[in-house]
């Protein structure tokens, strides 16, 4: 897996699990990940989070998880996906309503990703 490594003492969000990486943040990745694609992040040298890399943006990458031995693969993301749509069927609004927020990105822990569904319509 390649890697991209903070500038040093720029992890204190990650310490306090902000899932975010500003490009201002970087001091260098190693290797020349494509868009979208599974990074470690390394602070100090030392593993602290796997993210999916995004260079063209000023959050250059986001979390996926701040456990460093996660595979982010189908697994990764059905196991996500099914814990957040349980969490909303919990909600009243679940039954009583046809338009609802399913994934909300980073508090589902899939930064960036959003699906709302609107009667048979995700």
């Not at 990486?21 to 470690?40: H, M, N, Q, R, Y």
């Not at 999916?52 to 996906?81: L, M, N, T, Y």
Request: hydrophobic share 45%; net charge positive.
């Amino acid at each position: 897996m390649k890697s991209l490594h903070l500038k040093a003492g720029r992890d204190r969000s990650l310490k306090r699990r902000h899932p975010w990486i500003f490009s201002g943040a970087v001091e260098k990745v190693d290797g020349a990940p494509a868009s979208g694609e599974t990074v470690l992040v390394k602070s100090a040298g030392q593993p602290v989070a796997v993210a999916a890399w995004s260079p063209q943006s000023q959050i250059c990458a986001r979390v996926w998880s701040f456990d460093c031995s996660v595979f982010v693969d189908e697994k990764f993301f059905r196991g996500k996906i099914n814990q957040a749509v349980a969490l909303r069927a919990s909600l009243p609004a679940f039954h009583h309503s046809n338009a609802l927020r399913l994934v909300h990105g980073e508090s589902d822990g899939l930064p960036g990703l959003i699906v709302d569904r609107y009667a048979d319509v995700l």
